[in-house]
């Protein structure tokens, strides 16, 4: 129908109205079926380079193709859903307006409106990541100012009032290790500076640092150090 192909072309950008002027559109698939179950899985993975790579992707297919407005209609329609269903569902804001609520008459518009998307999800991605950054500083805080404590991981949690489960988790995400395995780190950093103090014997940092007994201190500084606290201590003091 003429009326149809009016529209076509004009979403596609031709601002050609009269019948013999109008191309002849030869239609193909955007090829972006799944696109909304592999958006809500980097969504929920907290990845704005993910989730930017998908919307990017969309865009270029939107740019590329000679493809019917109702495509660019139900892609819109499905990120949005997804975009809701998991932000909403995360304690984020449902921020993606159903397309219904933005004109896409045209290919630029929904371009723009994908663009417009991609930059606030980025933003709300970031700034979720930079709450969850804050929340580690802080646990790491804890165990700098309780480093001659026996500090469990409970402990730690407790404080920043998350699950020892998820700052455990949370943590080894950041920096590929174990949050006990850390604290043993921070303390035996600080057992090396007061080997280098000289004034204070391998038993008495164990228990100035509230270690069980000093085998197990020195098994962990061993682990973390390369060398037991005895060959640390005569390293220092030379020949």
């Not at 192909?5 to 979403?11: I, S, W």
């Not at 002849?24 to 079926?33: D, I, N, W, Y």
């Not at 723009?112 to 991609?118: A, E, P």
Request: aromatic share 10%; with cysteine; hydrophobic share 35%.
């Amino acid at each position: 129908p003429l009326l149809l192909a009016l529209q076509e072309n004009y979403y596609l950008g031709s601002d050609r109205m009269f019948f013999r002027e109008m191309p002849k559109l030869s239609f193909q698939p955007l090829g972006l079926s799944g696109l909304g179950g592999r958006l809500a899985a980097e969504l929920r993975g907290k990845n704005p380079s993910g989730v930017g790579k998908l919307l990017e992707r969309a865009s270029k297919k939107i740019q590329e193709t000679t493809h019917e407005r109702s495509q660019a209609e139900w892609l819109c329609g499905e990120i949005c859903t997804t975009v809701n269903n998991v932000m909403s569902s995360d304690g984020g804001l449902a921020l993606c307006h159903h397309w219904e609520n933005t004109p896409l008459l045209r290919r630029e518009q929904v371009l723009r409106w994908l663009m417009m998307l991609q930059t606030e999800l980025k933003a709300q991605l970031e700034q979720y990541a930079s709450g969850k950054q804050e929340l580690i500083e802080k646990a790491k805080q804890y165990v700098q100012d309780n480093i001659d404590k026996r500090i469990m991981l409970q402990d730690v949690a407790d404080y920043v009032c998350i699950s020892p489960g998820y700052l455990s988790a949370l943590f080894k995400k950041m920096y590929n290790q174990d949050f006990v395995d850390y604290i043993n780190h921070v303390k035996m950093e600080r057992a090396c500076e007061l080997i280098r103090e000289g004034r204070y014997r391998i038993y008495e940092i164990s228990d100035m640092l509230s270690f069980e007994n000093a085998y197990y201190f020195s098994q962990v500084f061993k682990k973390h150090i390369g060398m037991t606290p005895t060959g640390y201590q005569k390293k220092i003091r030379g020949p």
